[in-house]
């Protein structure tokens, strides 16, 4: 019996090593493109390098839909760099450890939470923007787009892809600054036209511009940034900025309550808001968090920062919710018989 | 009867195996089932779920889908299939062994690499578009295709096996009657092998409905119930919907198992310990024809891998088709890099080893121990259960179960350790059955003798069962491997960011647009499975022969 004993007890321990987080490591979720994080995570460790970074990474739905799930269980110590909008709703299911990191008042205050000490921090934004293919579109023989509402014109019928808000956090800003810039109505309204040239919905917001950068699609409703990333790749595409108007969403960082790690996660979220992070936030990034240190990005168009609404965050946050089911009940099935 | 200390340990045995499937499957099937009926703060509130999903007409749609594209692909890959078994068992073509590897190529790939293969070939940008005559490869079409060539071997394997048992006897007197070759298919060739069409063809129809990687690539706006639960959980945090559609999920997948059960049944009888394998006869004509149909069928799937190896390695698709091994660079692309492929390679191995223990092992207790024999019931009934489960199902299941705050074993979740658990529990069905196929040809007369000799069990079980066993249990730990590679429904809701896999890469790629490096971490996960399965049979052939030696020598 005692031999036995003794096994399950070595068995045991073996597994809790297996299992426990080690200290001087934090897990992290993001929703940054993939192609920043090694870099954002060396930039940190230049300065703190006994805290390693795990990251999980994912659109930004599917982060939020992680985070809410593991609510009762938290997995993540620290958010760094997710929708705003997701980090105001996890705010108000009381999920996170408020703390105000160090040199947060030298931030933008729409870049902050209102509330003292503060439970999440913006650190920069990104903005919509359609990726057209010029080769594609002179193969059908289309005019270039200006504007939202040139997308829903009849020669674009099935030439369109956007992401489904439902999954993107991309989709869901495209939808809610629509609803703002038209109006309830006016919005809803938009959209039924835009769904009659719409190819297909896709899972993540990167995917059109990527599509378009392909040629699988001539439009894709994406955001400036992947526009650029693709274009310095060599991509036949325009970024063209629509006239009425771009939505934008920040994204910010959090920690999570419960978090066994607590010390390094304040490390990171003092770090994440300094002048070097924001400097390196701005390498992709031309909206960042801190004013004025924000410099051009290459094949950014200039006309964007212009454009950006202003954007009501309490109005997506709190209708995130009411809008998505609408959206799901009008267009989320296109096998169904158009009318 | 005064139990004896075999008994005691075969007891002690049989629980531990039966303990593990119901923490592994019975407890999460209980967690999915009462989260369907509770609302968001776990306050149980009957079907109101199940009414909400009802009244929503989109999600309703999916189940016609579901079963139109399950009974379409069914009817094609089982008709496809049927004659290409034909060709390989009937006629007396050239080239039989490498028609039949060609066909099974679909077994070593994830499922949705074929429909990224599809967009190369008939999307927007596809070398063949123009063969689409203006319709989309996104949707119904491209889902089919896709789940055609990934279902194909599956059917060919079980419809191989029924053709095979046609006894020659009848053949004979089929000849000697002067029925004309029409007349003999229809009436001794096909009655022989009904059951097994008729279970490949609810094998296929599971596949499909359950598979959700095809859809997800190529399936453009047609929404099925697969998607709809990945959508459900993933895309809207609404975990109670998820459970619900999971639910509506397992009856078609519980249907097909129960009616496959019953038919396999009968099938047993057919075969007689006088039946005579038919050997097919020479005939030009006929040959002629299979082999241009299996050649046919084989550029099919070979155009699709080949597709995707191209793809793979073409720059930047379709403006610049130089060749390069930039897609191979995973570390820079969303989905979780390198460090994935050699998660899943772990993932695998672990599966693999630890599969094959506990399924040999559960399956010899079922077979061969004397005693306890309520205790072996339940364990085989318990051991096929798992099939009837969809892997999408059980992954989420396994969020319930294992993520909740008073589950005490809750220290796995988000490790290797539940990645493999998941993995094995999804695949165990298949393994008992061929782990008890094998240990019932070994004679019980070898448990007696020893018995009578006074040796425990696990003596005879290590020097003779295993041994003589050797050849399942490495086809065993094979299937494990090469579908622990492969899978992505039973564990797309459970990696974490330390157990990425490659599979669940090749999906978020595609998710990201990043569809080249999709196909290129596809390949890897061929070519890694191609490799295994080359050495697995040089092994066979090379060092099994010394211990299967017994087995050709003449009485």
Sequence with gaps: MKKITTIISFISVFFLNLVNANAGSLTVYTAIEAEDLKRYAATFNEDHPDIEINWVRDSTGIVTAKLLAEKNNPQADIIWGLAGTSLMLMKGEGMFEPYSPKGIDKLDPKFRDGDEPASWTGIDAWVAAVCVNTVEMAKHGFSMPSSW??????????????????????????????LQIFGEDGGWDFMDRLHNNISHYTHSGSKPCKQAASGEVPIGVSFAFRGARSKAKGAPIEIIVPSEGVGWEMEANAILKG?????????????????????????????????????????????????????????AATNRKAILAEWQSRYDSKSEPKS | MKKSRDDYLTIFFISIIGIYILIALAFPMYAILSKSVENKDGIFIGFENYQSYFSN?????????????????????????????????????????????????????????????????????????????????????????????????????????????????LYEAAKVLRSKSIRTFFTVTLPSAKYGVISAAFVVFTLVITDFGIPKVIGGQFNVLAVDVYKQVIGQQNFEMGAVVSVVLIFPALLAFVVDRIVQRKQVAILTSRSVVHEPNKSKKFDLIMLIYCSVISVFILTIIGMCLYASLVTFWPYNLSLSLDNYQFDLMDGGGWDSYYNSIRMAC??????????????????????????????????????????????????????????????????????????????????????????????????????????????????????????????????????????????????????????????????????????AMGMMIFYTNAAVRIIYVLITKKILVRFQKWRTKTV
Aim: hydrophobic share 50%; net charge negative.
């Design chain 1, 259 to 315: 978090t066994d790690n607590l010390e390094d996660a304040k490390t990171l979220a003092d770090w994440a808001i300094s002048k070097k992070a924001m400097e390196m936030y701005n390498v992709a990034y031309a909206v960042v968090g801190m004013p004025g240190v924000a410099k051009p990005v290459e094949h950014f168009p200039p006309a964007l920062l212009g454009a950006m609404i202003k954007n009501d965050f309490e109005f």
């Design chain 2, 57 to 169: 007409p989109a999600l309703v749609y999916s189940i016609y889908n579901s079963l139109f594209i399950s009974i379409i692909t069914m009817v094609i890959t089982i008709s496809l299939a049927f004659v290409f078994a034909y060709a390989l068992t009937k006629s007396c073509m050239i080239g039989k062994s490498v028609f039949r590897s060609i066909a099974m190529i679909p077994i070593l790939v994830p499922s949705l690499l074929s429909g990224i293969s599809l967009i190369y070939l008939f999307g927007k940008q596809g070398i063949f578009r123009d063969l689409m005559m203006g319709y989309d490869i996104y949707g119904p079409i491209g889902i089919i295709i896709a789940e055609v060539f990934y279902t194909f071997p599956h059917a060919l394997l079980i419809i191989i096996t029924a053709l095979s048992i046609g006894d020659a006897r």
């Design chain 1, 149 to 178: 509402e040139d997308l829903t014109k009849p020669e674009y019928a099935g030439h369109v892809a956007m992401p489904n808000p439902n999954s993107s956090g991309t989709g869901f800003l495209d939808v809610s600054s629509w």
């Design chain 2, 350 to 519: 672990y599966t693999a080893f630890f599969g094959t223990i506990v399924v040999f092992t559960g399956a010899y207790f079922v077979e061969k121990s004397r005693s306890v024999k309520t205790g072996r019931s339940i364990l085989h009934l318990l051991s096929m259960m798992p099939m009837a489960i969809p892997g999408l199902v059980l992954g989420l299941a396994y969020i319930f179960f294992f993520n909740h705050p008073d589950n005490p074993l809750n220290f796995i979740y988000g490790t290797m350790a539940i990645l493999v658990i998941c993995t094995i529990t999804h695949f165990y069905t298949v393994s008992h059955l061929t782990a008890l196929t094998s240990l019932k040809q070994i004679d019980n007369e070898f448990e007696h003798v020893s018995s009578s000799l006074k040796q425990p069990f696990y003596k005879t079980f290590f020097r003779v069962t295993v041994p003589i066993s050797l050849p399942a249990i490495f086809e065993i730990g094979i299937y494990f491997f090469v579908n622990a590679m492969t899978t992505v429904s039973a564990v797309v809701f459970l990696y974490s960011s330390k157990t990425n896999l490659a599979s669940v890469a090749v999906l978020n790629m595609d998710d990201a647009g990043d569809i080249a490096p999709a196909a």
